[in-house]
């Protein structure tokens, strides 16, 4: 990895562990990816602070990756991420995400999303959003996504449909079903997704691969260590049918959480 990604994940990680709020957290975590076939392998730091004030959440995140492919090639790249949530109501809620990196098949490279939540029921959250995504060698792609979740005590359930609308490609869409099971005491969790769609490269960033076919689960366990810290542990596995190549993704996750 060059210079660069260090220094933006240094940087970020020392100025989050200087501030001072009353609801904040810091987190450091890295991930590793390994792809079948002769896609090589990515390797991603990231470092993220969030503060809650009032009825607003503000989380800053810096990325620094480097992906490998078969054969040599190889790409550096580094991507800073700000995202802010705000309640305005008792039933009515906004999420606002903006992202930005250099021109390289690691990260995407600028990204605008724009998310509305609506409580319709006493459990029952509904949203819509739309998110613009701009890829390396001028890929782009523009998205419309509704999304439901359903809370019980311990249980949230939630599912959401994405249709992708890729430069010189076919429409495209996704569908993610997401379950948090929290434990019965304490704040850990754990937390499955499974994956299924035709927008590949909304997994993978191969400057190769567009289009296709994915299905991936993915596992996290949110497992506190004290008061303050907590430890997330994840594993997740991609399926990719595409004109290029049939492969596979297998990605380990593991960060560490500090809050004050």
Same mark, same amino acid.
């Given at each position: 990895?060059?210079?660069?990604?260090?220094?933006?994940?240094?940087?970020?990680?020392?100025?989050?562990?200087?501030?001072?709020?009353?609801?904040?957290?810091? &987190?450091?975590?890295?991930?590793?990816?390994?792809?079948?076939?002769?896609?090589?392998?990515? @390797?991603?730091?990231?470092?993220?602070?969030?503060?809650?004030?009032?009825?607003?959440?503000?989380?800053?995140?810096?990325?620094?990756?480097?992906?490998?492919?078969?054969?040599?090639?190889?790409?550096?790249?580094?991507?800073?991420?700000? &995202?802010?949530?705000?309640?305005?109501?008792?039933?009515?809620?906004?999420?606002?995400?903006?992202?930005?990196?250099?021109?390289?098949? =690691?990260?995407?490279?600028? =990204?605008?999303?724009?998310?509305?939540?609506? %409580?319709?029921?006493?459990?029952?959250?509904?949203?819509?959003?739309?998110?613009?995504?701009?890829?390396? @060698?001028?890929?782009?792609?523009?998205?419309?996504?509704?999304?439901?979740?359903?809370?019980?005590?311990?249980?949230?359930?939630?599912?959401?449909?994405?249709?992708?609308?890729?430069?010189?490609?076919?429409?495209?869409?996704?569908?993610?079903?997401?379950?948090?099971? %929290?434990?019965?005491?304490?704040?850990?969790?754990?937390?499955?997704?499974?994956? #299924?769609?035709?927008?590949? #490269?909304?997994?993978?960033?191969?400057?190769?691969? #567009?289009?296709?076919?994915? %299905?991936? =689960?993915?596992?996290?366990?949110?497992?506190?260590?004290?008061?303050?810290?907590?430890?997330?542990?994840?594993?997740?596995?991609?399926?990719?049918?595409?004109? =290029?190549?049939?492969?596979?993704?297998?990605?380990?996750?593991?960060?560490?959480?500090?809050?004050?």
């Amino acid at each position: 990895m060059n210079n660069m990604p260090r220094l933006v994940f240094a940087s970020l990680l020392i100025g989050s562990a200087s501030a001072h709020a009353t609801d904040s957290w810091v &987190t450091a975590a890295l991930s590793h990816t390994n792809y079948t076939n002769g896609f090589g392998e990515r @390797d991603i730091l990231s470092a993220e602070y969030g503060h809650v004030f009032d009825a607003n959440t503000l989380v800053l995140k810096a990325f620094g990756g480097t992906r490998d492919y078969d054969g040599g090639t190889s790409f550096d790249d580094a991507s800073l991420s700000g &995202t802010f949530y705000r309640d305005w109501n008792d039933k009515f809620s906004t999420r606002t995400n903006l992202a930005i990196s250099k021109d390289e098949p =690691v990260f995407a490279n600028r =990204v605008l999303d724009q998310e509305f939540s609506y %409580k319709a029921f006493p459990n029952t959250v509904l949203t819509v959003g739309a998110k613009h995504t701009e890829y390396s @060698d001028g890929v782009e792609s523009n998205a419309w996504y509704s999304a439901a979740a359903y809370y019980f005590d311990r249980v949230m359930i939630r599912y959401r449909y994405t249709h992708y609308n890729l430069s010189g490609i076919d429409d495209s869409y996704g569908n993610l079903l997401t379950i948090r099971l %929290k434990d019965r005491e304490g704040a850990g969790s754990t937390q499955l997704w499974l994956g #299924q769609g035709t927008s590949v #490269q909304e997994y993978d960033w191969s400057p190769t691969v #567009q289009s296709g076919d994915y %299905k991936s =689960v993915a596992l996290r366990r949110v497992q506190p260590v004290s008061q303050n810290v907590t430890l997330n542990l994840g594993l997740s596995q991609a399926w990719y049918d595409t004109p =290029v190549s049939n492969y596979k993704g297998l990605t380990s996750n593991l960060g560490l959480t500090y809050r004050w």
